[in-house]
């Protein structure tokens, strides 16, 4: 199997990375190839403009979608966006390793889904959903979070239920055709001196999550992924059909 992990943190050696790694070296364990898309380290630009696109359409007025089209239908795509699109390509599992920022993934990976997921290429008006793109290929969500577990709940200080708070961008990976898996969630993931632990039950609490994400990687098999709506199930507008 072919595993893509795309990466968002600033810093190397943060929990996330250490996620990342755990990730890594399961899978690998196992066989698996394993690559790591490094959006920080890579500096992958995630704002959409004008200037990366060459070829243009309209030189008058930046409509993306147009632009987007049009470079992938004639190989002019800019490099970096290439790259990642090729590394979806070949996978068959998408971890997306990231932290909780502002409830919300990072804007740097927000970026990346703008850019990436490119319209007219690698989604049409009928290309879309389980109808999408990547149809057979599985994705998950790994977030960190300084909040406990018990806060995220709906009506708790973490905002919401994680699922709910994530469902937005794992609507946009069932838009793209991709089998979501419920995500997982690392909590209290905090600096030293923002914690009420003792330094001791600080360190064995971050092993233990380490080890629960290699099993829970290696028993993926065993979950079920999130239920969305498809083509089926609307009609021809759009709207949940009645019976």
Same mark, same amino acid.
């Given at each position: ?46 704002? @959409? ?11 008058? =007025? ?8 049009? %470079? ?6 800019? @490099? ?6 090729? =590394? ?18 990072? %804007? ?42 018990? &806060?995220?709940?709906?009506?708790? =200080? ?8 994530? =469902? ?26 923002? &914690? ?39 009609? @021809? ?7």
């Amino acid at each position: 199997m072919n595993i893509l992990i795309v990466h968002c943190h600033p810093e190397a050696n943060s929990f996330n990375g250490a996620l990342t790694n755990t990730a890594v070296n399961a899978f690998e364990s196992l066989g698996h190839n394993v690559v790591v898309s490094d959006l920080y380290a890579e500096g992958f630009d995630p704002v @959409e403009k004008a200037e990366h696109y060459q070829n243009r359409v309209n030189t008058e =007025r930046f409509d993306i979608l147009s632009e987007q089209r049009h %470079a992938y239908k004639t190989d002019t795509l800019p @490099e970096e966006v290439k790259r990642e699109i090729s =590394r979806l390509e070949a996978c068959d599992l998408l971890i997306l390793q990231f932290p909780m920022w502002w409830h919300q993934q990072p %804007a740097m990976l927000k970026g990346w889904f703008d850019r990436v997921f490119v319209g007219g290429g690698l989604y049409t008006s009928k290309m879309r959903y389980d109808k999408g793109y990547f149809k057979g290929k599985r994705a998950i969500c790994s977030v960190t979070s300084g909040a406990p577990l018990s &806060t995220f709940t709906q009506n708790g =200080r973490g905002g919401g239920v994680i699922e709910d708070l994530l =469902r937005s961008m794992n609507f946009s990976l069932h838009y793209m055709g991709f089998s979501v898996y419920p995500p997982y969630l690392s909590t209290e993931i905090q600096n030293k001196g923002f &914690t009420y632990k003792s330094p001791e039950q600080f360190e064995a609490d971050l092993k233990a999550n380490l080890t629960d994400w290699h099993s829970y990687l290696t028993h993926l098999d065993d979950l079920e992924p999130l239920r969305f709506a498809g083509w089926e199930d609307w009609d @021809e507008k759009g709207a949940e059909a009645t019976v």
